[in-house]
């Protein structure tokens, strides 16, 4: 199964580290494979470094792609997390 | 060179980053020391071992993270377990470890030299990365692959070797963790060539109450292990090899700094309010979003100058206004706060390195900066104002401009801000109707035009620093004339006292946000002056106020008054040292400085 979403970044500071290691502690726990996308990039979503040369900053619109058995609770809860800005500011 | 040569005393400075006051013996810590050696491997079948090697130099590195981690959560705040945590990840991450591993498969060399490679791979991706704060994430990189590398070499089971309860680390350059170790180990303090206030380590030294200096530059081929040394965080400095004297002042600093801070903070909390009733407002002078936590632990009531300047150092390109916002937007309106006071770009001169483009300067003080610089590139200069104008919306907010030496200047601010803010109200975007409107004195030609330019704006900031330095005429980085540079030379204080007079008199608040602002010897006669707010290093308000509270307004004009009369600066510096060291015998017990 393939599940395609995009999210917009809402927290201030963006995909700093703190949130990023969010992200990759949420993902890693998922089977499906994971990748982040911005402006024709792709990050391994799974992939601390990776997330991080996407360089997302306040309002940059990120799309999330799971391929697999649990691709679609991967998208949700991810998309729980940015939606609720990472629980930050 | 003999035994000699190396018990000369010498005294280093550099930023201090975490305040306090160690007495200690020099350990030499060489993180980069391991002698890496990079080879490729003799043969295709080594590379399974190679691999085997740095997979365990990976477990190793992991559990030694982990065990600080715990360690450290026992023991300091959350704060600083985060950067741990980014650097498990990063020790964990994919990516990093399946190109390490194609390194040493692909092109047959061992480990060290494929973690480099990796580093190397990851330097040039982060470099093209826009934000700085992500581009700094390879110091983070570069830290986990230090340590991998040292585990590689084996032995080690420390991240900071176990030094013993008087050992003081002297190092290029520390990680985070090393930090966090060296709190688990006791580790009296620490000094380093490199760094700076914000950086991670120096963020973690403070959270762990650990007496550091960075950025000393050279300090490591300066000092041998076992040589004796004081590291004095609050004041940035390192004494190499002090003699019995100098360990004696220093010991009592030390004791002082330690009572201090204990009941300094309780004065902290309380309004900077003297015994016959007169209320001083007292700022912080913070330059990063970080400090603000601190600014609020120690007693600031507002942010009285926050320099903007870090917004655009160390970029390529100019910051935009989202970025002016959301630093900007994270001082004002802060819980616990009552106003932020935002000085507008002040770079040129001794801070600025990277530029954007600008031309060196024979004489960057009188030169082409500040207020001068941004009415020249106004369209850079409406980016910043667009966002003040933007976060005033959400508390308090005075903007302040420096460096102005004449009316046109500041008209000209104005104008360029009205039209900004005006176009937001146009655009239905929300701007503060509240927000004030000042100028830096810091120029002698201001303080002489001060009646006229208190007709413009709604509040004076003397810039103590600046003024000193321009009205003394001396160069304040150049050590052959520093020892002119005095705070109290009656005209600086005719200088001030002008100024205050004068601002009052035309109902103008007047601040004071340089060094002297926070100096304790000159509260009283700062009080006497009859100043509205004080603005200084978070750090020193505690003392600052505990200062005003037991003193009176009455006795600090007789003061004031007394200290007018003297024509010699060192008669006056004499005068009102003993004179605090009598009416405040607890505060000013130690000599020196």
């Known amino acids: ?89 | 060179m003999g035994d000699d040569a190396g018990k000369r005393t010498f005294v280093l400075k550099g930023i201090g980053v975490s305040p306090g006051i160690v007495i200690g013996k020099v350990h030499l810590f060489d993180r980069f020391d391991a002698r890496v050696s990079f080879y490729r491997l003799r043969e295709k079948d080594l590379v399974s071992e190679e691999v085997k090697r740095f997979k365990a130099a990976l477990k190793e590195s992991e559990k030694q993270l982990l065990e600080v981690k715990n360690k450290l959560r026992e023991l300091a705040g959350r704060e600083p377990l985060y950067i741990i945590d980014v650097h498990l990840l990063i020790l964990k991450d994919k990516m990093f470890i399946n190109h390490t591993i194609k390194y040493i498969k692909d092109l047959c060399i061992n480990a060290e030299w494929a973690i480099k490679m990796t580093i190397d791979r990851y330097r040039d991706i982060f470099e093209k990365v826009e934000d700085e704060y992500l581009k700094g994430r390879i110091s983070d990189i570069r830290y986990v692959g230090q340590m991998i590398t040292r585990n590689l070499a084996g032995g080690k089971k420390d991240v900071v070797p176990d030094i013993g309860a008087k050992g003081i680390i002297i190092a290029v350059d520390l990680s985070p963790a090393d930090t966090a170790q060296m709190m688990i180990n006791k580790v009296l303090g620490f000094a380093t060539d490199m760094g700076g206030k914000t950086s991670h380590t120096a963020i973690v030294a403070r959270a762990v109450e650990i007496p550091a200096v960075v950025g000393l530059e050279s300090i490591t081929k300066m000092v041998r292990t076992n040589d004796d040394i004081i590291v004095d965080g609050s004041a940035g400095l390192v004494v190499v090899n002090p003699d019995p004297e100098m360990i004696k002042v220093y010991d009592d600093k030390r004791r002082h700094f330690e009572i201090a801070q204990e009941s300094f903070l309780k004065y902290a909390k309380l309004p900077a309010v003297t015994r016959d009733n007169y209320k001083v407002d007292i700022g912080g002078n913070i330059e990063f979003i970080e400090e603000i936590p601190t600014a609020i632990s120690h007693g600031a009531e507002g942010i009285g100058l926050y320099r903007t300047e870090f917004i655009y150092i160390n970029k390529e390109q100019l910051p935009t206004e989202e970025e002016h916002f959301s630093n900007y937007r994270s001082i004002v309106g802060v819980e616990g706060l009552k106003w932020a006071t935002i000085r507008t770009f002040d770079l040129g001169g001794d801070k600025f390195y990277s530029d954007p483009k600008l031309a060196k300067e024979m004489n960057p003080q009188l030169g082409l900066r500040a207020i001068r610089f941004c009415l020249k590139e106004v369209d850079m200069f409406k980016v910043q104002l667009r966002a003040i104008a933007r976060a005033s919306a959400f508390g308090k907010t005075r903007i302040m401009f420096p460096m102005i030496s004449g009316i046109e200047e500041i008209r000209e601010a104005k104008r360029i801000f009205f039209e900004v803010k005006d176009d937001l109200i146009t655009k239905g975007i929300p701007v503060g109707d509240d927000i004030e409107i000042g100028v830096m004195i810091e120029v002698p030609s201001a303080v002489i035009i001060a009646d006229e330019l208190a007709k413009e704006v709604d509040f004076f900031s003397i810039g103590t620093n600046d003024l000193i330095q321009y009205a003394l005429a001396i160069d304040r980085i150049n050590e052959r004339v520093t020892y002119l540079y005095e705070p109290l030379h009656p005209a600086v204080l005719r200088l001030i006292k002008q100024v205050i007079d004068v601002g009052h008199k035309a109902g103008v608040r007047v601040a004071m946000c340089g060094e002297m602002a926070g100096e304790p010897a000159y509260v009283m006669i700062l009080l006497g002056l009859e100043i509205d707010e004080l603005s200084m290093n978070p750090l020193a308000i505690p003392r600052v106020k505990k200062i005003i509270q037991e003193s009176t307004l009455e006795e600090s004009k007789a003061l004031l008054e007394k200290v007018m009369t003297f024509s010699s600066a060192a008669v006056i510096r004499e005068f009102v040292y003993n004179y605090m060291h009598e009416r405040f015998p607890e505060e000013f017990q130690t000599n020196g400085t």
Do not use: W, Y
């Open chain 1, 1 to 89: 199964m393939v599940v395609i979403k995009t999210f917009e970044i809402k927290n201030k500071l963006g995909l700093h580290a703190r949130v990023a290691a969010k992200l990759i502690n949420v993902s890693t726990r998922f089977k499906s494979k994971i990748f982040f996308e911005r402006d024709g990039k792709v990050a391994n979503g799974k992939s601390l470094l990776s997330i991080l040369t996407l360089a997302c900053p306040l309002g940059s619109r990120l799309t999330i792609r799971a391929e697999g058995m649990d691709a679609r609770e991967a998208v949700e809860d991810l998309g729980k997390l940015i939606k609720d800005k990472f629980g930050e500011d």
